[in-house]
């Protein structure tokens, strides 16, 4: 006669209750499991043995081990997000029981007992050390201890956390940074657990969720002293109680005896938490050894924050040296639109060495630059600081581009002899609607013309800057109403996976897919085509960081230009106004007119004044009316308060009253002074 199968609750029933011999080696095979994969956090961690219990009498399977076969879950829950419920069921499994043996055995079982209490200590105190920041640390403390160690834990932090050596705020603040416990999520084993006379945790059990997220360390108080013990405390005695009465609340149920242990996080020099571990009752209580394992879990997981803090604290200065390091935002010089981006290599090298920018010259021109320095690290970035404001200041003087990138080699020199970096250097002239390019060992730029053609630029490449003894070559090309110039560093086009010019044809290819969207009259927004250049990163294309800037050519009319040479003399100052109120007469900004006579009056009589050669005058009319007054006398004029007694001195003042904006510029064969006014036709 067929034996009846006994069903499978009795069937785990039974093998619970088989001696250590039995059960602690199925328990330890899956020591050799590989760790979790980041993607499957909420999965039971194979690599943390579980912590045995003491040995006993046999008995019945624990509530948690019985929800394994019938659904469990560990729910982990962060301030300020709803509570994720439904890990994978095996994560609830409960600590193995260890069955009856003979006092023979009892010291065998001792020892294995010790042996996985090391080995847990171990695996937890390795997941903990896997976190590079803040949240993945503390993650890695909870997902490491519920449900092996306990059945619930709570993380407080110190709020704000304090750097280094960085002497803390007061008052003195816990933040609840993180929770996670076990909870059933199968009704029927929760109906099963009340009428066996169990509480089950995060159920029916006591409510261990702070009343606040804040709390207030009182100096003198409870929690205070226990903090300052540094050592693990069971919630048994009432000055530990206390201390957890005041963490939760004075309305929250707090477990006795020796189901809770409040463990403080000490770093290096102080305590910045603490780390609250419970176990409900349907498993056995913590013992005098868990202190210890809850000393390393809290010992390991507070200087683990502390390297986490005092890295946040790096990655921010990085941030913020590489944002300071390029422009806040573009200038909108006239005829040209401007957009760029830039990318950090990875996010642990948040750093590097490219730069762009975008630069306002005299006449309405415009200088791009786009540079590489070698490497990505804070070096580097420096180094490309000190780069681009050489630039900046050579473009202010109005050099050629080639001759820019010549004292830019120089400067490079100065600074290392391993400091090598490449750039591209070219001035757009709206009015010309031409554009000069000169290149330091930099990858070409790419004009996109406006009936969707894209090409690479023929430019001279150059040597990179820092070689020393090179000469750098400038070419002059068309720059068309209506083109987009290009301009990156070579992160976008080379990786591991392509060569430099694989990715310059592919880029070419991209730009003329995008434009063939707008069709053949109408060039593509220049934002919207930045974001779908980068696109065309695939995955392992992010070797080096980027930089990108994208020029669009409006140009200015000839229509809308007036230029007039004017002779030094005592009448150029008459004939100048006159030739003003004329241009604008025929662009019917006749309102200005008296403003623009006056104004003009104003800077050809200085010009002329130390000028030895013919003064130029230009109008331009775009959003805004520019006037610009050049001469060749290098020396810069500045305004003064003219006292009541001079005849003249107030020149400028009027113009600095009259002027929406105006400046002065030195050239490398005199100075241009400009002023502009707001067009209200």
């Given at each position: 006669?067929?034996?009846?199968?006994?069903?499978?609750?009795?069937?785990?029933?039974?093998?619970?209750?088989?001696?250590?011999?039995?059960?602690?080696?199925?328990?330890l095979?899956?020591?050799?499991?590989?760790?979790?994969?980041?993607?499957?956090?909420?999965?039971?961690?194979?690599?943390?043995?579980?912590v045995?219990?003491?040995?006993?009498?046999?008995?019945?399977?624990?509530?948690?081990?019985?929800?394994?076969?019938?659904?469990?879950?560990?729910?982990?829950?962060?301030?300020?997000?709803?509570?994720?419920?439904?890990?994978?069921?095996?994560?609830?499994?409960?600590?193995?029981?260890?069955?009856?043996?003979?006092?023979?055995?009892a010291?065998?079982?001792?020892?294995?007992?010790?042996?996985?209490?090391?080995?847990?200590?171990?695996?937890?105190?390795?997941?903990?050390a896997?976190?590079?920041?803040?949240?993945?640390?503390?993650?890695?403390?909870?997902?490491?201890?519920?449900?092996?160690?306990?059945?619930?834990?709570?993380?407080?932090?110190?709020?704000?956390?304090?750097?280094?050596?960085?002497?803390?705020?007061?008052?003195?603040?816990?933040?609840?940074?993180?929770?996670?416990?076990?909870?059933?999520?199968?009704?029927?084993?929760?109906?099963?657990?009340?009428?066996?006379?169990?509480?089950?945790?995060?159920?029916?059990?006591?409510?261990?969720?702070?009343?606040?997220?804040?709390?207030?360390?009182?100096?003198?108080?409870?929690?205070?002293?226990?903090?300052?013990?540094?050592?693990?405390?069971?919630?048994?005695?009432?000055?530990?109680?206390?201390?957890?009465?005041?963490?939760?609340?004075?309305?929250?149920?707090?477990?006795?005896?020796?189901?809770?242990?409040?463990?403080?996080?000490?770093?290096?020099?102080?305590?910045?938490?603490?780390?609250?571990?419970?176990?409900?009752?349907?498993?056995?209580?913590?013992?005098?050894?868990?202190?210890?394992?809850?000393?390393?879990?809290?010992?390991?997981?507070?200087?683990g924050?502390?390297?986490?803090?005092?890295?946040?604290?790096?990655?921010?200065?990085?941030?913020?040296?590489?944002?300071?390091?390029?422009?806040?935002?573009?200038?909108?010089?006239?005829?040209?639109?401007?957009?760029?981006?830039?990318?950090?290599?990875?996010?642990?090298?948040?750093?590097?060495?490219?730069?762009?920018?975008?630069?306002?010259?005299?006449?309405?021109?415009?200088?791009?630059?786009?540079?590489?320095?070698?490497?990505?690290?804070?070096?580097?970035?420096?180094?490309?600081?000190?780069?681009?404001?050489t630039?900046?200041?050579?473009?202010?003087?109005?050099?050629?581009?080639?001759?820019?990138?010549?004292?830019?080699?120089?400067?490079?020199?100065?600074?290392?002899?391993?400091?090598?970096?490449?750039?591209?250097?070219?001035?757009?002239?709206?009015?010309?609607?031409?554009?000069?390019?000169?290149?330091?060992?930099?990858?070409?730029?790419?004009?996109?013309?406006?009936?969707?053609?894209?090409?690479?630029?023929?430019?001279?490449?150059?040597?990179?800057?820092?070689?020393?003894?090179?000469?750098?070559?400038?070419?002059?090309?068309?720059?068309?109403?209506?083109?987009?110039?290009?301009?990156?560093?070579?992160?976008?086009?080379?990786?591991?996976?392509?060569?430099?010019?694989?990715?310059?044809?592919?880029?070419?290819?991209?730009?003329?897919?995008?434009?063939?969207?707008?069709?053949?009259?109408?060039?593509?927004?220049?934002?919207?085509l930045?974001?779908?250049?980068?696109?065309?990163?695939?995955?392992?294309d992010?070797?080096?960081?980027?930089?990108?800037?994208?020029?669009?050519f409006?140009?200015?009319?000839?229509?809308?230009?007036?230029?007039?040479?004017?002779?030094?003399?005592?009448?150029?100052?008459?004939?100048?106004?006159?030739?003003?109120?004329?241009?604008?007469?025929?662009?019917?900004l006749?309102?200005?007119?008296?403003?623009?006579?006056?104004?003009?009056?104003?800077?050809?009589?200085?010009?002329?004044r130390?000028?030895?050669?013919?003064?130029?005058?230009?109008?331009?009319?775009?959003?805004?009316?520019?006037?610009?007054?050049?001469?060749?006398?290098?020396?810069?004029?500045?305004?003064?308060?003219?006292?009541?007694?001079d005849?003249g001195?107030?020149?400028l003042?009027?113009?600095?009253?009259?002027?929406?904006?105006?400046?002065?510029?030195?050239?490398?064969?005199?100075?241009?002074?400009?002023?502009?006014?707001?067009?209200?036709?």
């Amino acid at each position: 006669m067929t034996e009846p199968q006994p069903t499978s609750h009795e069937s785990r029933r039974k093998e619970l209750a088989r001696p250590t011999e039995q059960t602690l080696p199925r328990a330890l095979e899956e020591q050799g499991r590989p760790h979790a994969a980041p993607e499957e956090r909420g999965r039971p961690h194979a690599d943390i043995p579980a912590v045995p219990e003491r040995p006993g009498p046999a008995r019945r399977a624990p509530l948690g081990a019985r929800a394994a076969e019938r659904g469990a879950g560990v729910t982990a829950s962060v301030p300020g997000q709803p509570e994720r419920a439904g890990r994978d069921s095996a994560a609830a499994s409960a600590v193995p029981s260890v069955g009856a043996s003979d006092d023979g055995g009892a010291g065998a079982a001792a020892a294995r007992r010790e042996g996985d209490q090391l080995r847990f200590v171990g695996a937890a105190t390795r997941r903990i050390a896997r976190g590079i920041d803040l949240d993945e640390i503390v993650l890695g403390l909870c997902r490491a201890t519920v449900p092996t160690f306990s059945d619930a834990i709570l993380v407080h932090l110190r709020d704000p956390l304090p750097v280094g050596d960085e002497r803390p705020a007061t008052p003195f603040v816990l933040r609840l940074r993180r929770t996670d416990r076990l909870r059933l999520v199968d009704e029927a084993l929760s109906e099963s657990a009340e009428a066996e006379g169990l509480t089950v945790l995060g159920g029916a059990g006591p409510d261990l969720t702070p009343a606040s997220e804040l709390c207030e360390v009182r100096t003198g108080g409870e929690l205070n002293e226990v903090l300052r013990g540094v050592r693990p405390v069971f919630a048994e005695s009432p000055a530990a109680r206390a201390a957890l009465a005041e963490l939760l609340g004075p309305d929250r149920t707090v477990p006795g005896g020796r189901r809770a242990i409040l463990a403080p996080l000490r770093g290096r020099r102080r305590v910045i938490g603490a780390a609250v571990f419970v176990r409900g009752p349907e498993r056995p209580a913590f013992e005098a050894n868990d202190l210890l394992v809850a000393a390393q879990l809290a010992t390991h997981t507070a200087l683990g924050i502390d390297k986490a803090v005092l890295y946040g604290r790096e990655a921010y200065i990085a941030d913020e040296l590489q944002r300071t390091m390029l422009p806040d935002s573009l200038p909108q010089p006239t005829g040209v639109r401007l957009a760029s981006r830039y990318l950090p290599a990875a996010e642990t090298a948040r750093v590097g060495g490219d730069w762009y920018d975008a630069i306002p010259l005299p006449g309405s021109r415009v200088a791009l630059v786009v540079g590489d320095v070698m490497g990505h690290s804070m070096t580097s970035a420096a180094i490309m600081g000190q780069l681009r404001t050489t630039a900046q200041t050579l473009a202010g003087l109005d050099l050629p581009p080639a001759e820019v990138l010549h004292h830019l080699d120089e400067q490079a020199q100065r600074l290392g002899t391993d400091r090598m970096a490449t750039c591209l250097y070219a001035v757009y002239d709206p009015v010309a609607h031409r554009i000069t390019i000169a290149n330091a060992g930099h990858p070409p730029p790419v004009l996109l013309h406006l009936g969707g053609r894209a090409e690479v630029l023929r430019v001279p490449p150059g040597a990179p800057i820092g070689v020393g003894g090179v000469d750098f070559e400038a070419v002059e090309l068309d720059a068309p109403a209506g083109a987009t110039l290009l301009l990156y560093t070579d992160g976008l086009v080379e990786s591991r996976l392509r060569d430099v010019w694989t990715g310059i044809e592919q880029l070419r290819e991209r730009l003329a897919a995008t434009a063939q969207l707008t069709g053949p009259d109408h060039s593509p927004p220049l934002e919207a085509l930045c974001d779908d250049v980068l696109d065309m990163l695939g995955p392992g294309d992010r070797d080096d960081d980027i930089a990108l800037l994208a020029a669009r050519f409006d140009g200015i009319a000839p229509s809308d230009v007036a230029y007039w040479f004017l002779d030094p003399e005592e009448t150029a100052p008459g004939r100048a106004r006159r030739l003003a109120r004329r241009a604008l007469e025929r662009w019917g900004l006749e309102e200005l007119t008296d403003s623009v006579e006056l104004l003009v009056s104003e800077v050809v009589t200085n010009a002329v004044r130390y000028a030895e050669r013919p003064v130029t005058l230009r109008l331009l009319k775009t959003d805004v009316l520019r006037c610009e007054v050049g001469d060749d006398s290098p020396q810069l004029p500045r305004q003064r308060r003219a006292r009541d007694t001079d005849e003249g001195g107030r020149g400028l003042f009027l113009v600095n009253r009259l002027a929406r904006r105006w400046g002065a510029t030195r050239l490398s064969g005199g100075k241009v002074v400009w002023f502009e006014l707001p067009t209200r036709g």
